[in-house]
């Protein structure tokens, strides 16, 4: 079975301030999703990545796939409130193209 | 509004009594799945349809779940003899042949 592990599970920033969230697996992936989620909605998809050691950028945020396509990040730049949320990686299995979500990681950004 | 839409919002229901939600997917999205998600955890898959074959089914789906795309296109997920440990939020996605999975804003499933 396929698994994600995300880190850290809860975060907790003062506006301005940098972070980044992890998302690792021993498994590798053809694609891995982020998505941010709103308390009592569905998760809004942010951006695919596919090729390893991709980078991305939307904005103030920069998500990387790893060269081994087992591992991305998320990093985000001067933090906002507007940026507070759920954010979950997913991977999507070659054979069915379901996804396998991380625990998500919860983040408030503290005016 | 083309996105994904599902149907109830909320529902809540008493243990043993049967619920059936409903998805409408991205006109023109071949796939459809459904996912579920309970408190502090991301979203777990349940099954997906591909038109109106249902192609593969998680083990969490047990008996009392059945899942339905008779046309290829609105899905119904029903769930029979409700237990507590149903409550969840249940997501519906759908994707063209190859592409991103777009989800739509859940259904709140409470059994009391």
């Known amino acids: 079975t396929q698994l994600l592990e995300q880190s850290p599970q809860f975060l907790s920033i003062q506006e301005g301030e940098n972070l980044t969230v992890y998302c690792n697996s021993s498994?590798?992936?053809?694609?891995l999703q982020w998505y941010r989620q709103e308390p009592g909605e569905g998760p809004v998809l942010l951006v695919t990545?596919?090729?390893?050691?991709e980078v991305k950028k939307l904005k103030r945020l920069t998500f990387q796939f790893g060269d081994a396509r087992k591992d991305s990040s998320l990093h985000i730049t001067a933090a906002q409130p507007g940026d507070t949320g759920l954010y979950l990686c997913a991977g999507e299995e070659d054979s069915s193209y379901k996804l396998i979500f991380g625990s998500g990681t919860r983040l408030l950004v503290r005016p | 509004d083309t996105g994904v839409s599902q149907d109830p919002r909320h529902k809540i229901t008493k243990r043993g009594q049967n619920v059936t939600f409903r998805c409408d997917p991205i006109s023109e999205h071949n796939r459809l799945y459904w996912y579920r998600q309970t408190l502090g955890q991301g979203p777990e898959f349940l099954t997906y349809?591909?038109?109106?074959?249902?192609?593969?089914k998680s083990r969490l789906l047990s008996d009392r779940f059945s899942a339905e795309r008779p046309k290829g296109s609105f899905s119904t997920l029903e769930i029979q003899r409700t237990e507590q440990g149903d409550s969840a939020m249940y997501l519906c996605a759908s994707s063209p042949s190859i592409g991103e999975q777009y989800f739509g804003p859940g259904t709140r499933l409470t059994v009391t």
């Open positions: 990545v596919v090729t390893g050691g």
């Open positions: 349809f591909q038109n109106e074959a249902q192609l593969e």
């Open positions: 498994s590798v992936f053809s694609s």
